[in-house]
Structures are given as C-alpha cells and as structure tokens.
C-alpha cells in the first residue's frame, strides 16, 4: 500500500480568526471570486450549497489549468475545512489529495491559518504538491487584507 505523505504551512495574520473563517465557511463562493487568477469557475453538484458534505466542482489555476470535483468537510468545533478531491486532474500525479485550513486564533494578535495537504503520489518521481501551499498562503494573506479594510 503506498504510504500517506503530508506538507503543509502556517500563515500568521492580522485578522480576528473567527472572522476569517465564518467569511470562508459562509462566503466560500465569494472567496473564488477574489482570486480570478486561481479560481476559473466553480459549481454545487451535489448538497446544501457549499456547506458540510457538499461536492462541487472547480477549474483552478495552478501550474496550469485544472478540474476537479471536490467533498466538502466542515468541522466548526475545530475551524477547519477539508476539500478532498474525488475525481480530477490532480489525479495524473496523486492517488490521495486532501487539502485542508484550519483556522487557529492568537488571541489579540490576530490569528493563524494552518495549511495542510495529506497525499499519495501516483509515482515516485511525482514532486510534493508545495505550489499548493504557495497558492494557500497567498488566499490567506488576501483574505486577511480583506478583513482588515473592510
């Protein structure tokens, strides 16, 4: 059986963190919309909108056009948001790709976003999925700015 691998990358922001994750959770199609340049188009294909349990589907840009059809998991004791990807692109590289946020607030001094991708390479010479997280941290860091002026 191939073996789980995991990357992942914390970014550290201004904004309340509650916040930050009820404008994600609640406004997740609002979010794709500030980032034209990663988000192409994005569709409920099944479930409650983009909520718990909820399958959409999204172009993206990273490296390259891309397609997938991701499950929503939404845990709010924990703020956090798991997209694990079910059919797709990612697949010529993965077996397994789970990103997930997490949300963790700093007290006074704003809060944090925890950026993880749990995955299985479909081949040895497949590279860890780090453009992911470059992607991650750079939503994080607009939503944060987001936040801040509005």
């Known amino acids: 059986m191939a073996q789980i691998a995991k990357v992942s990358q914390k970014v550290q922001l201004r904004s309340s963190g509650h916040k930050f994750y009820e404008l994600l959770k609640n406004k997740m199609d609002f979010v794709f919309q500030m980032f034209p340049d990663v988000y192409k ?3 409920v294909l099944e479930g409650n909108g983009l909520a718990h ?12 056009p891309s397609k997938a059809k991701e499950r929503l998991a939404i845990d709010d004791a924990n703020k956090s948001i798991t ?3 079910l059919e797709g692109d990612l697949f010529r590289d993965f077996e397994v790709f789970k ?21 299985v390479k ?7 999925p780090h453009n992911y997280l470059i992607i991650a941290a750079k939503i994080s860091k607009g ?4 936040l801040c002026k509005n």
């Open 143 to 146: 939503i944060d700015d987001y």
């Open 41 to 43: 188009s994005w569709k």
């Open 99 to 119: 990103l997930k946020i997490e949300v963790v607030e700093n007290g006074s001094n704003g809060c944090s976003t925890n950026w993880s991708i749990e995955y």
């Open 53 to 64: 349990g909820s399958i959409i589907h999204l172009k993206y840009n990273v490296d390259g």
């Open 122 to 128: 479909a081949n040895e010479d497949v590279a860890p």
């Open 83 to 85: 997209f694990e990807c």
